[in-house]
């Protein structure tokens, strides 16, 4: 049980950073580093936007279950 909830601890962090990455930027953050400044003039949020957020909170979700897991499994053993 413990090797599950590591694996899945790593495995949502490193998909949270790639989400959280692909966001678009709306004040100069990082993601306009790969070139997402430019479609920032752009109004409205499109469908694939939408999709990402519901994604990002999503894997948030199972994230944050797993933490509390992983902190009940240290706990009670």
């Known amino acids: 049980m ?3 909830l590591d694996v899945l601890l790593v495995g949502t962090s490193l998909l949270m950073i ?6 678009r930027a709306k ?7 790969f070139g997402g ?3 920032s003039s752009l109004s409205g949020s ?11 909170v999503y894997v948030a979700v199972i994230w ?6 992983m902190g009940l499994f240290v706990r009670y053993g």
């Open 2 to 4: 413990s090797l599950f």
């Open 18 to 23: 790639m989400l959280v990455l692909l966001h």
């Open 27 to 33: 004040g100069g953050g990082l993601s306009s580093l």
């Open 37 to 39: 400044g430019m479609q």
């Open 46 to 56: 499109s469908v694939a936007e939408k999709n990402l957020n519901r994604f990002t």
């Open 64 to 69: 944050a279950v797993s933490i509390v897991g």
